[in-house]
């Protein structure tokens, strides 16, 4: 028998007002073991987006998408294959087709974010954040972290609790899941 809940964490961020704040931070003495990874290899912030047909038809369409902050931004560029999209100009008008295009595209464009990963070892004071009373997994959280001086408000993503000799050890883990070999290889 398998049993399938789905999980919805709470936003424990500064920018809300429900939930009581939850800061993760060095500076704060309760983390340690800290890993942080940010990986920019596969980001993309511009597509080209080809659709309708074959290029050996001569009747491809082609949208561009911009998901640059500002204009100056380094275009980082991936051409986007939706050439199975066709246009049928009984069903929709170019400029609706375009559209359809181009969210298509953007929708795969954001496939090619940055991804930033943190893990560490939370440090469980008695006066300090306790887990499954003041945060669990699913929370968004505040982690500020001095070594690469930033700071950003991401989710719990895994978590993993060891108990072992009288040591009982929490480690988080916040942001994106990272790729295995196999994803990062496609």
């Known amino acids: 028998k398998m049993i399938f809940k789905v999980f919805k964490g709470k936003d424990r961020t500064q920018s809300q007002t429900t939930n009581s704040f939850v800061v993760f931070s060095d500076e704060l003495k309760n983390i340690q073991n800290e890993n942080t990874t940010i990986d920019s290899s596969r ?13 050996e038809e001569g009747k491809q369409i082609q949208v561009d998408v911009d998901l640059r902050e500002a204009a100056a931004d380094y275009k980082q560029i991936i051409y986007i294959d939706q050439t199975g999209m066709i246009y049928d100009e009984t069903k929709q008008t170019l400029a609706e087709y375009k559209v359809q295009l181009a969210q298509a595209g953007r929708e795969d464009l954001e496939k090619f974010n940055e991804i930033k990963n943190f893990t560490f ?7 300090g954040l ?43 883990q916040f ?8 994803e990062r290889s496609k």
Do not use: Q
């Not at 980001?43 to 290029?55: A, P």
């Not at 070892?121 to 006066?127: E, H, P, Q």
């Not at 003041?134 to 609790?161: A, H």
């Open 121 to 127: 070892d939370a440090i469980n004071k008695k006066d």
């Open 43 to 55: 980001f993309r912030n511009y597509g080209v987006i080809v659709g309708n047909g074959k290029f």
């Open 175 to 182: 942001g994106d899941k990272l790729a295995t070999i196999n």
């Open 130 to 172: 306790r887990y499954m009373e003041d945060y669990d997994i699913g929370d968004m959280c505040e982690v500020f972290l001095s070594s690469i001086r930033s700071s950003y408000s991401v989710r719990i993503i895994e978590l993993n609790e060891v108990f072992k000799e009288s040591v009982h050890r929490l480690t988080l």
